[in-house]
């Protein structure tokens, strides 16, 4: 049986890449399709933020004129050299369970990167760290989430058998279901942030560029020396910002702020997949309108924390924590406000050990991880 693998040109091609994932997982246990237009804004060069800052190849993996995987290899010129020093990435890794098309797909890969000089590969990455990062290696079955990625369980293994070692799991975490009440001590927490000058604010919708802006500058600040931290860019969340703009409402960003400078941030966006999961990737025109209506009455049942940040100027002081408390209790609370059934924080790093702690106190449960491998070319 012949083992082809096939560089992806043009929009058609494009789109066979993007929907592949739909075919090779059917019927899988936790698989849901994604949209193929929504995929198509993330991953096509003419529309997609990523290529804005980094350049990206894919290719499809086929056995006998049959799709069986893909792949992706990227650069994103963004990312600091000392996150992981000369390193590209491979990622859009979807594939069958048929090791010798893995290992062809990510030698394939491999080769694009060696060709432009880069010394190490790590991933997958859909298509920068800031996206969907990781491979999953739990919760298979759990209830789709935005900007989660999902694997089948037997792509790891093959992974592994390439040559890749592990570097990093990255956490998600379910928020518990509390008031601000719950957490005892509330109007303490309330009074100190008076005496400190500080105040807490929505997004205002009426100048939500500008505070978009504020939330990346703050956030940007806040976890500049972690570990594989990239810089994010103003137009990856201005593709959050639109694409979303119809369903967030204004409770979903919020600022702490003291004399007029922002010290803190935290943004949740809402689940999409509440509102597609049961459309397909190409939906019918009837699909279309049932979407339509899900955004407009903004029927999604659950949420992401995608920003959190606290400025690098406060960090492991008394004032940073008290902004954290903040913030946490009041994402809490809004959670029941906007009757939230379930509120996902990721990623977390699996060495973070100070948010874990946070989290932990405050009743939030693990509930996925995503792992990262690397290779030295």
Known sequence: ???????????????????????????????????????????????????????????????????????????????????????????????????????????????????????????????????????????????????????????????????????????????????????????????????????LRSLDRKHASRDIEIMRNVYNDAWRDNWGFVPLQPEDLDGIANDLKPIIPPEAGMIVERDGAPLGVAMVIPNIEDMTHDLGGDPSPLGWLRLGWRMLRRRYRSGRVILFGVAHECRDTVLGALITAMMVAELTARRSVQNLDLFEAGWVLDNNRRLVKMLEQAGAERVRTVRLFDKAL
């Open 1 to 199: 049986m012949s083992l082809d693998i096939i560089a992806v040109e043009g929009r058609a091609a494009l789109k066979r890449f993007v929907r592949l994932p739909n075919s090779l997982y059917r019927g899988m246990p936790g698989f849901v399709p994604h949209l193929t237009m929504e995929r198509m804004g993330l991953l096509d060069p003419a529309k997609a933020p990523f290529f804005r800052h980094g350049e990206a190849q894919y290719w499809i993996a086929e056995r006998d004129g049959i799709p069986v995987g893909r792949i992706s290899a990227q650069i994103d010129h963004a990312q600091p050299a000392e996150a992981f020093g000369n390193a590209g990435m491979f990622g859009c890794m979807d594939a069958a369970d048929d090791a010798e098309a893995v290992a062809a797909l990510i030698a394939t890969a491999e080769a694009w990167l060696r060709g432009r000089g880069k010394e190490k590969v790590f991933g997958p990455c859909m298509l920068s760290m800031n996206e969907e990062t990781g491979l999953l290696v739990d919760s298979f079955e759990r209830r789709p989430m935005i900007m989660v990625p999902w694997h089948p369980p037997y792509l790891e293994k093959l992974i592994l058998d390439c040559g890749y070692e592990p570097i990093r799991d990255l956490h998600f975490w379910e928020l518990p279901h509390k008031t601000i009440e719950d957490y005892g001590g509330a109007d303490r927490v309330a009074g100190f942030a008076r005496k400190s000058g500080l105040t």
